[in-house]
Nanobody
Framework: VQLVESGGGLVQPGGSLRLSCAAS????????MSWYRQAPGKERELVAS????????DYADSVKGRFTIFRDNAKNTVYLQMNSLKPEDTAIYYC????????????????WGQGTQVTVSS
């Protein structure tokens, strides 16, 4: 299994970024996926998750209405569209794969990507 994130960078407050996670080594459409983030000195937190078909999504309260998770199963890729970014969104963002049959806030992660840095600053 490989999860490779891209799309991070430096953006001004109020700006947008789209993160991508290219997956390989498993049947992508059968597994729920997620984005986590970890800011300096803080615990890693679940930002958003999506079921294998993409029919259901879940978000942390801190990003609801600003971030959107979606996937393209034909491309084995999951995305995180981030709008109205705030300085407190600054973190390393990780793509993660759920174990088969699990997803959401109580789901179990079995693989992680290497992370991509997002910095929101003027």
């Amino acid at each position: 299994v490989q999860l490779v994130e891209s799309g991070g960078g430096l953006v001004q407050p109020g700006g947008s970024l789209r993160l991508s996670c290219a997956a390989s080594g498993f049947t992508f459409s059968r597994y729920a996926m997620s984005w986590y983030r970890q800011a300096p000195g803080k615990e890693r937190e679940l930002v958003a998750s999506i079921t294998g078909t993409g029919s259901s999504t879940d978000y942390a309260d801190s990003v609801k209405g600003r971030f959107t998770i979606f996937r393209d199963n034909a491309k084995n890729t999951v995305y995180l569209q981030m709008n109205s970014l705030k300085p407190e969104d600054t973190a390393i963002y990780y793509c993660a794969k759920f174990r088969y049959g699990s997803w959401g806030r109580n789901g179990a992660i079995d693989y992680w990507g290497q992370g991509t840095q997002v910095t929101v600053s003027s």
